[in-house]
């Protein structure tokens, strides 16, 4: 499993917010824990295998503009670390 973040640029409400966390859930359908901060810029969600490529051509296509994906591993933490 993969922590992914992608700057993106372009959002500037609560409804900007949603509407970028509907279309990863729809551009990457295995996508868990979306969530979007138009205050950082930014989205965050766990996958297996992100594709830069459907991100990219989604969230452009929606009006915002995609700037940089990266992804690190996840490792989920147990109850007492």
Not at 12 to 29: F, K, L, S, V, Y
Not at 48 to 53: A, Q, V, W
């Amino acid at each position: 499993m993969q922590k992914v973040t992608v700057k993106i640029d372009g959002m500037r409400c609560g409804m900007c917010e949603a509407h970028i966390r509907d279309t990863i859930r729809t551009a990457q359908p295995d996508a868990k824990r979306v969530k979007a901060s138009r205050r950082r810029g930014e989205a965050t969600f766990l996958c297996e295998y992100p594709s830069d490529r459907k991100l990219r051509r989604a969230i452009d296509g929606t009006g915002y503009v995609f700037l940089s994906l990266s992804a690190e591993e996840y490792k989920k933490r147990g109850l007492f670390k």
